[in-house]
């Protein structure tokens, strides 16, 4: 058989498929025929449950997360778990020469730990949380960033980003209704975490307090908060405030803050994601910061 032989014969089988198909189809919806019922495909790894981490035992994962954690002179490492690749696109240097052990493996000994769905990069880290870090220490730090119960580590971590890239001196949070230090915030924030310091407060009435007898103006942002963040901004020390997701601030922050305002939007749309309020907010106090 001649190779437009082939090619005929296929090419006949898909047309009479075809019209096999639309005959059935034709069937079911008059009825002739009982439709099957949907086959409930079992997602891959569903019958995996998260490892019980010790008190202070962190897992990080991702070829930048991984990298910034083991240049941050405050991390201390554990151990590394890296594919041979990863290792190689990791660039630190020979095995034997760092501080730590490496231990090689493949894709799925990562998986076994970090689950299914971690885009894992064929690396991770076992570590300490960092240390903890005091609000006296940021004294000196003009611009902070202050969120009240921000549950999403993803949010939580692109904050991170916009905070380190426009120069905070931190992110404060809550230590309920906030993430802690995980792999998936520290994913999310790219190298952030290692960047910035992450302090969690019990009250965040009384850190707001506290910061306020440090000479730092609160500014709460709200979507109906009474003037534009651009006519808001007083003294030379600053620390934004911005609530959750879904309730914004509570009424606690509302009343405890120096101010409120709001981000002016001309559009119909008046509310933002909290990751993009963080980083609009924070470009706009960065160019008053300058000013003064």
Known sequence: MTKNDNKDKSARDSHYATLRRQVRDSKRERGEIPTPAPVKRRKAGADWSPPQLEAEQVYLYGLHTVRAAIENPARKLVRLFVTQNAFIRLDIGPAEALSFPVEFVVPSDIERILGPEAIHQGVMLETRALPIRRLEALKDSPLLL??????????????????????????????????????????????????????????????????????????????????????????????????????????????????????????????????????????????FLKRR
């Open 146 to 287: 202050v969120l009240d119960q921000v549950t999403d580590p993803h949010n939580v971590g692109a904050i991170m980003r916009s905070a380190v890239a426009f120069d905070a001196g931190a992110v404060i949070t809550t230590q309920r209704h906030s993430p802690t230090e995980s792999g998936v915030l520290a994913k999310s924030a790219s190298g952030a975490l290692e960047l910035i310091p992450y302090i969690q407060v019990t009250n965040l009435a009384d850190a707001l307090g506290e910061l306020h007898k440090l000479g730092f103006q609160s500014i709460g942002l709200d979507s109906e908060g009474p003037a534009p963040i651009e006519g808001t901004f007083t003294g030379d020390k600053i620390a934004l405030v911005l609530g959750s997701e879904g309730k914004g601030l509570r009424q606690k922050t509302r009343e405890t803050v120096t101010a409120l305002a709001r981000l002016d939007m001309p559009g119909a749309i008046k509310s933002l994601n909290v990751s993009n309020a963080a980083a609009i907010a924070l470009y706009a106090t960065g160019k």
